[in-house]
């Protein structure tokens, strides 16, 4: 099983970048985003449940960010917008085959991380 992530790199405080998450080897019942800066703890960005469509954001990246998924792909996305230079960090994936969750200890495959910087 592994988790592959791509999409990140720098941007200019405002613009966009997506994020993508491609699962292989089996599909989950949850993927989500987190990320992670120096120092700091895991942080949940939002999931996704695979099979029902249905989302859970934090409420700091509401309005923000929308995680959405590709079915025939396996892959999920994470569309980042009005990007501010405290979105800067290292995001990953994860997935777990259980219900939904938002803690980083409750997810059992992980993505390598993809960094995105955010200039001012």
């Known amino acids: 099983v592994q988790l592959q992530a791509s999409g990140g790199g720098l941007v200019q405080a405002g613009g966009s970048l997506r994020l993508s998450c491609t699962a292989s080897?089996?599909?989950?019942?949850?993927m989500s985003w987190f990320r992670q800066a120096p120092g700091k703890e895991r942080e949940f960005v939002e999931n996704?449940?695979?099979?029902?469509?249905?989302?859970y954001y934090a409420d700091s990246m509401k309005g923000r960010f929308t995680i959405s998924r590709d079915n025939a792909k396996n892959t999920v996305y994470l569309q980042m917008n009005s990007l501010k230079p405290e979105d800067t960090t290292v995001y990953y994936c994860?997935?777990?085959?259980?219900?939904?969750?938002?803690?980083?200890?409750?997810?059992?495959?992980w993505g390598q991380g993809t960094l995105v910087t955010v200039s001012s």
């Open positions: 996704i449940n695979w099979s029902r469509g249905s989302t």
């Open positions: 080897g089996r599909t989950f019942a949850v």
């Open positions: 994860a997935a777990r085959k259980g219900i939904t969750a938002t803690y980083a200890l409750e997810y059992d495959y």
